[in-house]
């Protein structure tokens, strides 16, 4: 591979543990002699954990003491040898692997307040910019119209206030919110609200349509929905909770509630139960796979068993008439709708009783607070010391202190079937983990580097690392509403350059759009990116054309990872400066140590259970990527049971989470064996890298050959790489239907 690029590495490391080979040997080592030894290591020194008779708060640190605060918040309280589980890993129900069994946290106490308490509330925590460009701005260079800091005070204020205002709304701990919003920070406050006081929360991405919101709030069982007035993209202000909220809540119905109403409502007196019985089982096996769907096709599949049903006119129009009037008349989806005032909106329809005002709320809520801290008013708050205001907010509002896997949120992915699976992260293992592969990935310093996640937090890449691993490593961290390439393509270089951007994160079609076309390059030289140390792509396969223009554009320390929305974290990635493990524009990229990752193929029949044999893939032959030992920040379960989930033995859906993920392989006898399976192709080389090359499921057969669509596309874009004159901007394979080949690019 000699005439791959690699640059050299970077001369400084202060973070990363893994900074040779043998230290990643080491490690892999450790963790397949005690896993649970391993990650407790870990989440021990990385997050704070609560001892319930000390009421405190303690981490564990370099001399093995533990150290951190007591529950007034007024004093600090040190401790040896203490451990914050029974055990640090329990396998006994697998898939459902427990992690620090008995331990109790609170993702947001690690997020927030801890940092407060340490001295560092005047930092920043986010950096906020709106849509709206002013090219006049930064000396004719261009800036946003609408731009924040939010320091790391304030939002453990604003926080603490939002759950307050929850708690008023009836909700506790084991409750469920969804929050559909554009990218602003009020998202993060409502966000970190839910973590302190254990509401689950399922995220939202604004674009998703009114069907989808419907059928995820439907399943999470959310009480409470958090929306705004409005968006801003491509500076034009648009409605959201019109268009998505309302929408969701008032078109739709649940299936389950239209078969109760169908059920139970009255028969005209010239009815008959027969005729009922029909309808029922009719709707049910025609729509019972679905979540939500409108009044008007339930009444369509009624309509079709009237049709064949043999009653008279009059009677079969009562009948009609009766049932769609119980469907109108369906009970509230959602006791209160929560709007946040950010677009400016005017006249926006609203539903008496159900819709009430972010601000409203917030300042009933302050006063609260404000009483029982014995304050007279805001600025007497904001006058205390970090360790006064947080012990003043703890009087009201402490954070919950909550099993170690107890739901954090609940994030949904497309199911085979198109029905969305929630698959749930957890208080303890997911925070410790995340925030630990900052460390490895990219050398990030507290208080020193700065974050540019390019994703919204309705995705895991915003909820892991826009939010939770920035917060929880104190790094700040930018959020940007809208497109990063608005009104061109230098909006996104501007940005790394006023914030001094040291960390970035993007996907590959993002970096695509840049290559596209020549204009797009002098739009982003105008600007200075030399602040950034390090930067990654994400979840997408990428092409070693991709990645060099990435390393020639940005930073030559441009890595490969590779996660998804179930694994939470990286998985996959380069260890910053780690020079045994050579960074290359090749794609490629390594298994972290306590990623017992691999290649495996299918072999002979499928039993009775769904599973196969199978076999390790030879180096460079291609199969589907495997991880076969359990870490703390995978998903812990699929979402359901959802009545059961204050139980010490809940485990969720954990059938359909089996059957998804660990479903696949059997040993030798036929015993299952618990290989976590995300569906996505891979190759493995001698030097212990992979590379990755799409969905397993995404392929074109093509004469009896089955091709990979990311395999076609990569070659297609190398002309980038070998043609300075290249016209390719960018492509995407489908496959089409064709006579003698069954299917052609």
């Given at each position: 591979?000699?005439?791959?690029f690699?640059?050299?590495?970077?001369?400084?490391?202060?973070?990363?543990p893994?900074?040779?080979?043998?230290?990643?040997?080491?490690?892999?080592?450790?963790?397949?002699?005690?896993?649970g030894a391993?990650h407790?290591d870990?989440?021990?020194?990385?997050?704070?954990?609560?001892?319930?008779?000390?009421?405190?708060?303690?981490?564990?640190?370099?001399?093995?003491?533990?150290?951190?605060?007591?529950?007034?918040?007024?004093?600090?309280?040190?401790?040896?040898?203490?451990?914050?589980?029974?055990?640090?890993l329990?396998?006994?129900?697998?898939?459902?692997?427990?992690?620090?069994?008995?331990?109790?946290?609170?993702a947001?106490?690690?997020?927030?307040d801890?940092?407060?308490?340490?001295?560092?509330?005047?930092?920043?925590?986010?950096?906020?910019?709106?849509?709206?460009?002013?090219?006049?701005?930064?000396?004719?260079?261009?800036?946003?119209?609408?731009h924040?800091?939010?320091?790391?005070?304030?939002?453990?204020?604003?926080?603490?206030?939002?759950?307050?205002?929850?708690?008023?709304?009836?909700?506790?701990?084991?409750d469920?919110?969804?929050?559909?919003?554009?990218?602003?920070?009020?998202?993060?406050i409502?966000?970190?609200?839910?973590?302190?006081i254990?509401?689950?929360?399922?995220p939202?991405?604004?674009?998703?349509?009114?069907?989808?919101?419907?059928?995820?709030?439907e399943n999470a069982?959310?009480?409470?929905?958090?929306?705004?007035?409005?968006?801003?993209?491509?500076a034009?202000?648009a409605?959201?909770?019109?268009?998505?909220?309302?929408?969701?809540?008032?078109?739709?119905?649940?299936v389950a509630?239209?078969?109760?109403i169908?059920?139970?409502?009255?028969?005209?007196?010239?009815g008959?139960?027969?005729?009922?019985?029909m309808?029922?089982?009719h709707?049910?096996?025609?729509?019972?796979?679905?979540i939500?769907?409108?009044?008007?096709?339930?009444?369509?599949?009624?309509?079709?068993?009237?049709?064949?049903a043999?009653?008279?006119?009059?009677?079969?129009?009562e009948l009609?008439a009766?049932?769609?009037?119980?469907?109108?008349n369906?009970?509230?989806?959602?006791?209160?709708?929560?709007?946040?005032?950010?677009?400016?909106?005017?006249?926006?329809p609203?539903?008496?009783?159900?819709?009430v005002?972010?601000?409203?709320?917030?300042?009933?809520?302050?006063?609260?607070?404000l009483?029982?801290?014995?304050?007279?008013?805001?600025?007497?708050?904001?006058?205390?010391s970090?360790?006064?205001?947080?012990?003043?907010?703890?009087?009201?509002i402490?954070?919950?202190?909550v099993?170690?896997?107890?739901?954090?949120?609940?994030?949904?992915?497309?199911?085979?079937?198109?029905?969305?699976?929630?698959?749930?992260?957890?208080?303890?293992?997911?925070?410790?983990?995340?925030?630990?592969?900052?460390?490895?990935?990219f050398?990030?310093?507290?208080?020193t580097?700065?974050?540019?996640?390019?994703?919204?937090?309705g995705?895991?890449?915003?909820?892991?690392?826009?939010?939770?691993?920035?917060?929880?490593?104190?790094?700040?961290?930018?959020?940007?509403?809208?497109?990063?390439?608005?009104?061109?393509?230098?909006?996104f270089?501007?940005?790394?350059?006023r914030?001094?951007?040291?960390?970035?994160?993007?996907g590959?079609?993002?970096?695509?759009?840049?290559m596209?076309?020549a204009?797009?390059l002098?739009?982003v030289?105008?600007?200075?990116?030399s602040?950034?140390?390090?930067?990654?792509?994400?979840a997408?396969?990428?092409?070693?054309?991709v990645?060099?223009?990435?390393?020639d554009?940005?930073?030559p320390?441009?890595?490969?990872?590779?996660?998804?929305?179930?694994?939470?974290?990286?998985?996959?990635?380069?260890?910053y400066?780690?020079?045994?493990?050579?960074?290359?524009?090749?794609?490629?990229?390594y298994?972290?140590?306590?990623?017992q990752?691999?290649i495996w193929?299918?072999e002979?029949?499928v039993?009775d259970?769904?599973?196969?044999?199978?076999?390790?893939?030879?180096?460079e032959?291609?199969?589907e990527?495997?991880?076969?030992?359990?870490?703390?920040?995978l998903?812990?379960?699929?979402?359901g049971?959802?009545g059961?989930?204050?139980?010490?033995?809940?485990?969720g859906?954990?059938?359909r989470?089996?059957?998804?993920?660990?479903?696949r392989?059997?040993?030798?006898?036929?015993?299952?064996?618990?290989a976590y399976?995300?569906?996505?192709y891979a190759?493995?080389?001698?030097?212990?890298s992979?590379?990755?090359?799409g969905?397993?499921?995404?392929v074109?057969?093509?004469s009896?050959?089955?091709?990979?669509?990311?395999?076609?596309?990569?070659?297609?874009?190398k002309?980038?790489?070998?043609?300075?004159?290249?016209?390719?901007?960018?492509?995407i394979?489908i496959?089409?239907?064709a006579?003698?080949?069954?299917?052609?690019?």
């Amino acid at each position: 591979m000699t005439d791959v690029f690699a640059p050299a590495p970077p001369a400084v490391v202060r973070q990363n543990p893994i900074r040779s080979g043998e230290d990643w040997q080491a490690m892999r080592e450790a963790c397949e002699r005690d896993a649970g030894a391993f990650h407790g290591d870990i989440a021990a020194r990385t997050i704070h954990w609560f001892h319930p008779e000390l009421n405190a708060w303690l981490s564990q640190g370099q001399d093995d003491s533990w150290s951190g605060w007591s529950g007034d918040a007024a004093k600090s309280t040190e401790l040896s040898n203490w451990v914050p589980w029974q055990q640090a890993l329990d396998e006994s129900a697998a898939p459902f692997f427990r992690w620090f069994v008995g331990a109790k946290t609170n993702a947001a106490f690690n997020e927030v307040d801890r940092h407060v308490l340490s001295g560092y509330g005047e930092e920043a925590a986010f950096f906020y910019e709106g849509d709206r460009w002013d090219p006049a701005s930064n000396k004719g260079r261009g800036g946003p119209v609408q731009h924040s800091r939010l320091s790391r005070r304030e939002l453990l204020v604003q926080s603490v206030v939002a759950a307050q205002a929850l708690t008023d709304l009836g909700l506790s701990c084991g409750d469920c919110i969804a929050i559909n919003m554009p990218n602003i920070l009020e998202q993060i406050i409502w966000t970190e609200a839910a973590k302190r006081i254990g509401v689950i929360y399922t995220p939202v991405f604004g674009g998703f349509s009114d069907k989808t919101l419907s059928d995820r709030i439907e399943n999470a069982g959310a009480r409470v929905v958090i929306t705004a007035d409005g968006a801003s993209r491509n500076a034009e202000v648009a409605g959201f909770k019109e268009i998505y909220t309302d929408p969701a809540l008032d078109r739709y119905i649940s299936v389950a509630t239209a078969l109760k109403i169908l059920a139970e409502a009255p028969i005209g007196s010239n009815g008959d139960s027969e005729t009922k019985s029909m309808i029922l089982e009719h709707v049910r096996e025609n729509l019972g796979g679905e979540i939500t769907l409108t009044r008007a096709e339930i009444m369509r599949e009624v309509g079709q068993v009237l049709a064949r049903a043999n009653l008279g006119t009059t009677q079969t129009s009562e009948l009609r008439a009766e049932l769609a009037e119980a469907l109108a008349n369906s009970p509230a989806r959602v006791s209160s709708v929560i709007v946040v005032r950010h677009a400016g909106i005017v006249d926006i329809p609203w539903s008496e009783g159900r819709d009430v005002w972010a601000h409203d709320l917030m300042a009933a809520a302050e006063e609260k607070i404000l009483v029982e801290a014995g304050l007279q008013n805001r600025e007497a708050l904001d006058a205390l010391s970090n360790r006064e205001l947080v012990a003043a907010l703890w009087q009201s509002i402490p954070p919950l202190p909550v099993s170690a896997d107890f739901p954090l949120f609940i994030i949904y992915t497309s199911g085979s079937t198109g029905k969305p699976k929630g698959v749930v992260h957890v208080h303890g293992g997911y925070i410790a983990g995340i925030s630990h592969t900052m460390k490895v990935s990219f050398d990030a310093e507290p208080g020193t580097d700065v974050m540019w996640v390019i994703a919204d937090p309705g995705w895991i890449t915003g909820q892991s690392y826009m939010i939770s691993a920035a917060l929880t490593s104190r790094i700040p961290s930018v959020v940007t509403e809208g497109a990063p390439v608005f009104p061109n393509a230098g909006r996104f270089a501007s940005i790394i350059e006023r914030y001094g951007v040291t960390l970035f994160k993007a996907g590959v079609t993002f970096l695509k759009g840049v290559m596209s076309n020549a204009q797009n390059l002098a739009d982003v030289e105008r600007y200075d990116m030399s602040s950034l140390k390090v930067a990654t792509f994400c979840a997408e396969p990428v092409s070693p054309s991709v990645q060099q223009f990435a390393m020639d554009l940005m930073t030559p320390q441009y890595i490969n990872s590779y996660w998804a929305t179930e694994h939470g974290g990286i998985v996959w990635t380069h260890p910053y400066g780690n020079a045994d493990l050579p960074l290359r524009a090749d794609a490629h990229t390594y298994p972290l140590p306590w990623i017992q990752g691999d290649i495996w193929l299918t072999e002979g029949e499928v039993d009775d259970n769904g599973r196969y044999e199978y076999r390790a893939a030879e180096l460079e032959e291609k199969g589907e990527i495997v991880i076969a030992r359990p870490y703390p920040y995978l998903a812990r379960t699929v979402w359901g049971d959802a009545g059961n989930v204050l139980e010490p033995d809940w485990v969720g859906d954990l059938d359909r989470y089996e059957n998804t993920y660990f479903g696949r392989f059997r040993d030798r006898e036929g015993g299952p064996v618990y290989a976590y399976l995300q569906g996505d192709y891979a190759r493995r080389y001698a030097d212990g890298s992979f590379s990755l090359h799409g969905r397993s499921d995404d392929v074109i057969n093509v004469s009896g050959h089955r091709m990979g669509t990311e395999e076609i596309e990569g070659a297609i874009l190398k002309d980038h790489q070998i043609n300075p004159d290249s016209k390719v901007g960018n492509c995407i394979i489908i496959g089409a239907r064709a006579r003698e080949k069954g299917f052609t690019p």
